[in-house]
């Protein structure tokens, strides 16, 4: 076995072809086989009854539901309903489930007293994930073991209602804006909207057409089987850590570039062609060149082989909202150059390199006023009811203790010799 450029021998008992997944070895020293998947990138870890995908054919799925018609057909809430508790809502299950949410959308006065403790130049994801943790404090019972299925639906509620308050508090932090509170006369999305943007002594109209893009976006968002974050979630709920602990987590490992960035490094991409005087074509050609390849971002995904649902649904809806709003930003004007040009281009047709979710999420944050670095929390927002289906499963499963094992690569026994 080969592992960071050393050599280790192990009996082999089986391989793949696959490079990713990594020949099954005898672990030094202890028993029983495991298989070396750093990353868990090719292991089964988990089953899982939420979502699927299938990233040879392009197909994406939540309860057996196509995205395309939830997008299309559904409100983000009946959504998050469907992932939560497997079923889409009755009318009468739906009007209970968002009326009790509205109800829950305050948060505790001495949560603010903690959002004042950030400096202004805390990144909105950090403070994010604080204030959900807080909720641990507010709401010690979510601590508690053996809490009833109402106990846990509770919480459950709590997050889902707190989270658009907490994640525009966050922006305000950020702009030294005082916070709003929560028009509860409006509904998901418009109510997010209001509170990221309204100023004091002035009226705030939420544009339908704004809210009715972020409810799209947010339902593209909602799920998408194991990832780093989801199994962070999950792995931090099996220690029967509170749902609260779990998700802070889980936005945690969604905050790394890596995972919750491309959309951020999009508009970053785009803003450096612009500054290079805008020509999309000559970094399409850069990208093509064999020596040192420009890396073009937003391109391409490490799951799907062909084109990403999501991307299809959101390159119409950012279409449609940057016409219905009017927006001219010349950065946007060269993503839709640099997007024509490769769907247009033999290399990366051949390549499968298609623009993705990212490439035209952060399009429409930026064209519906929601700044960079707010990405990563519109993201979480969006992920938000995943995340609650996957640890609800977990505990539902009474799944064990996540608990990874390891190949040891260090020295051998060694005989300890005194300075
Ligand atoms: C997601 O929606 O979680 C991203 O596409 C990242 C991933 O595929 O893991």
Known sequence: LSFNGQEYEFPVITGT????????AKLRGASGLITLDPGFKNTGSTSSAITFLDGEEGILRYRGYRIEDLAEKSSFLEVAYLLIYGELPTQAEYETFSKEITHHTLVHEDIK????????NAHP??????????LTAFYPESLLQNRSDEEVNMSIIRLLAKMPTFAAWAYKNEVGHPVNYPDNSLDYCSNFLKMMFALPAEKYDVDPVVASALDKLLILHADHEQNCSTSTVRIVGSSHASVYASISAGINALWGPLHGGANQSVIEMLEAIKADGGDAKKYLDKAKDKNDPFRLM????????????RAKIIKKAA????EKLGVNDPVLDIAKELEHAALNDQYFIDRKLYPNVDFYSGIIYRALGIPTDMFTVMFALGRLPGWIAQWKEMRENNEPIGRPRQVYVGANEREYVSM
């Open 319 to 322: 279409d449609d909202v940057l």
């Open 298 to 309: 937003g391109f391409g995904h490490r799951v799907y082989k062909n084109f990403d649902p």
């Open 113 to 120: 007293k903690i959002l004042e403790g950030f400096p202004s």
């Open 125 to 134: 994801m950090g403070v994010l994930s604080s204030l959900i943790c807080s």
């Open 17 to 24: 072809e696959n490079e990713s997944a990594i020949d099954i």
